[in-house]
């Protein structure tokens, strides 16, 4: 088993890789590859997401949403913060979790981002989960398939305002269009159950249960030849899964499902990224991660 010392080099050396490919070939769009579309932060102490940190020190937890780009295709994974979040956050955020549970001003939608950029239409949206921090944008997309796990959508039926988790503000109505992912593509890279969006190896979903019934991953195979691996909340920083550390307990008793299936997943995970040389792995709120791959409309390739 690695140490994490060693862990944290390798982990530095593929992201700085991964940067230098970025940067090296401009902000032109790859045939395959991924934009970061962060949407909106909030500053949180150390300790909160990070095992071992200061709880006298703040960094930046983000609230992204994930541009994938396959040819001609283009597709979200997750929304971040959509234009509707205050009301939202009013109508569903009960008074005493505010204090624990923010977000920062500005914020700016992943569709206001890519209206303003041109983009062509977007042919879908994939939540790795429903949380009110993930599904936020949803009703900001009317015109395009929402794609989620069976259980997922189980959770989504049974939404209550009052949680810090799936908000009824964000995932009824008539208006969204949800597509149940199915997970038919057989075993990938140590899970057993995929979905290959594309048949051809580059942009896969795997389950991964435990922060929600029906969480997901996806891993993205840029033009580089690198692979990034986004695992929505399984863990909130980079140096979680480095750790095989769960969240923080407070936290963790708040918005995990199943904690010792997302420890599993956290895991499973960390032992991927062992053996998987240049793996990097992208968890949806770590900044530290996301500012060193850099943001839309700058693509990673």
């Given amino acids: 088993m690695f140490r994490p010392v060693l862990a944290k080099l390798l982990l530095a050396l593929a992201l700085s890789n991964s940067v230098a490919t970025s940067l090296a070939a401009g902000s032109s769009a790859p045939d395959v590859g991924f934009a970061i579309i962060k949407t909106s932060q909030v500053a949180v102490r150390e300790g909160m997401l990070v095992p071992g940190g200061s709880f006298l020190k703040q960094i930046n937890s983000n609230f992204s949403a994930f541009l994938i780009k396959h040819r001609q295709d283009y597709l979200l994974f997750d929304t971040g913060m959509g234009r509707q979040i205050d009301s939202q956050y009013q109508q569903d955020m009960p ?8 977000y920062d001003h500005p914020v700016v939608s992943a569709r206001e981002q890519l209206d303003k950029a041109g983009l062509p239409p977007l042919r879908r949206v994939i939540l790795s989960h429903s949380h009110w921090d993930h599904a936020s944008g949803v009703l900001d997309f009317p015109e395009v398939k929402i794609g989620v796990s069976a259980p997922e959508k189980d959770a989504i039926d049974h939404a209550r305002s009052g949680a810090a988790t799936t908000w009824p503000s964000q995932v009824t109505g008539a208006a969204v269009q949800w ?8 075993p990938y890279k140590g899970y057993a159950q995929s979905l290959d969006l594309y048949q051809d190896g580059t942009v896969v979903l795997v389950p991964m249960p435990g922060h929600t019934p029906g969480s997901i991953g996806l891993f993205v195979t840029v033009d580089s030849g690198a692979v990034y691996f986004f695992i929505g909340d399984v863990a909130w920083t980079q140096d979680a899964v480095l750790a095989g550390a769960p969240k923080f307990w407070a936290a963790e008793l708040l918005v995990d499902k199943n904690t010792s299936q997302t420890l599993a997943s956290v895991t499973q995970v ?24 850099g943001y839309f409309p700058n693509w990673v390739k």
């Fill in 95 to 102: 008074m005493w979790l505010r204090l624990f549970f923010k």
């Fill in 270 to 293: 960390r032992t991927l990224q062992q053996i998987a040389s240049g793996l990097v792995v992208v968890p949806a709120h770590d900044s530290k991660v996301q500012d060193a791959l």
């Fill in 179 to 186: 597509e149940i992912l199915d997970f038919k593509s057989g």
